[in-house]
């Protein structure tokens, strides 16, 4: 059965760190682009970061640069999304996803996704 699990999600005070997880259920996600996005309360989903299958390339959205790190582990399925000098406006549920697509940053192009991790950051 296709899987995507989150985990690593909490309270955090602004400046904090967190580093969520997800775990895939299998070796076919090693050859899958993978992406975090988030969705805070009334807004829609965004996108947040991405990794290729090789976990060679990443690509973050503008608002994370140099805060939000992606990685994969060397079996390439699991995948990480380290959270530094967290803001009251990181607070979300935060997803991740899998494609066959090359580097999306649209969450139609995803063709798995996780049930999602709350992440709650205090001012």
């Known amino acids: 059965q296709v899987q995507l699990v989150e985990s690593g999600g909490g309270l955090v005070q602004a400046g904090g760190s967190l580093r969520l997880s997800c775990a895939t259920s299998?070796?076919?996600?090693?050859?899958?682009?993978m992406g975090w996005f988030r969705q805070a309360p009334g807004k829609e989903r965004e996108f947040v970061a991405v990794?290729?299958?090789?976990?060679?390339?990443?690509y973050n959205v503008d608002s994370v640069k140099g805060r939000f790190t992606v990685s994969r582990d060397k079996t390439k399925i699991t995948v990480y999304l380290q959270m530094d000098s967290l803001q009251p406006e990181d607070t979300a549920v935060y997803y991740c996803?899998?494609?066959?697509?090359?580097?999306?940053?649209?969450?139609?192009?995803?063709?798995?996704w996780g049930q999602g991790t709350q992440v709650t950051v205090s001012s």
């Open positions: 996803a899998a494609s066959r697509a090359i580097m999306p940053t649209h969450g139609g192009s995803y063709d798995y």
């Open positions: 990794i290729s299958w090789s976990g060679e390339v990443t």
């Open positions: 299998g070796r076919i996600f090693s050859t899958y682009t």
